[in-house]
């Protein structure tokens, strides 16, 4: 079963490695939903971290390495995004859960997918700031406190409204989730095979009905 088990996952992550679903900037802006048009038109992904729980390792390195302060254990994490009308269309490969969302970004290829003038939309912890401007990128999180005891009004509801549509991320992780193996404790004979894991799951949820309705 084991050896199924793998043969499959090489082979579905070999396959869909050759598809490009990184959708042109004209078909994200027609499946773009109209209230997300009014006020977030430049947005090209919608980015978040997530993690899935795997075995403690043997090797001290390699737990140090897989230590999520966040998760209080080990895990493995992976940088999904999607696209304002509801399409995964990124996946990292999968690191140590050590390894902080910047660190992800230095390392992958999303900021080489998008272009010059387009929006990451992300949340408060994604600083890479230096990293889009850099590429003509802009980058859309909510505003910093900075030694503030409140903000403005205004960048309150702002900040509202980007955590409405920012959500979109959220429910494609949560779907890519409702498939167990990225629930349970990733067995150690299985955790070189992360990348490959998440990337089918995230895959999958394609196939999915669609979080944002027609």
């Known amino acids: 079963m084991s050896n ?5 996952i090489n082979f579905m992550a070999e396959m869909w490695s050759m598809l490009d679903v990184w959708p042109e900037r004209d078909l994200i802006d027609y499946y773009m939903p109209p209230s997300f048009r009014k006020q977030h038109h430049e947005t ?11 075995a403690k390792p043997s090797d001290a390195r390699a737990q140090q390495a897989s230590f999520s302060h966040y ?16 399409l995964m269309s990124y996946c990292s490969h999968a690191y140590g859960g050590s390894t ?59 900040d509202r409204n980007l955590a409405s549509t920012r959500v979109h991320i ?12 990225l ?10 095979l992360g990348s ?3 990337g089918v799951c995230a895959m999958l949820t394609n196939f999915r009905e669609s979080i944002v309705t027609k």
Not at 73 to 85: E, I, N, S
């Open 71 to 86: 998760k209080n254990r080990c895990t493995l994490k992976a940088l999904f995004g999607g696209t304002p009308g509801g």
């Open 4 to 8: 199924i088990f793998v043969t499959w």
């Open 170 to 181: 959220e429910r494609l992780i949560n779907l890519a989730k409702t498939f167990k193996i």
């Open 196 to 198: 490959e894991i998440i």
């Open 100 to 158: 902080s969302d910047r660190a992800i970004v230095e390392r992958c290829d999303l900021l080489d997918k998008c272009e010059e003038g387009d929006t990451i939309m992300a949340d408060r912890g994604f600083i890479v700031n230096d990293l889009c401007a850099n590429k003509g990128i802009k980058l859309n999180i909510p505003t910093f406190m900075r030694g503030r005891s409140q903000l403005p009004s205004n960048t309150v509801l702002k």
């Open 44 to 54: 090209r992904v919608i980015v978040d971290g997530t993690e899935i729980p795997i």
């Open 183 to 192: 629930k349970i404790e990733l067995d150690k004979a299985y955790v070189p």
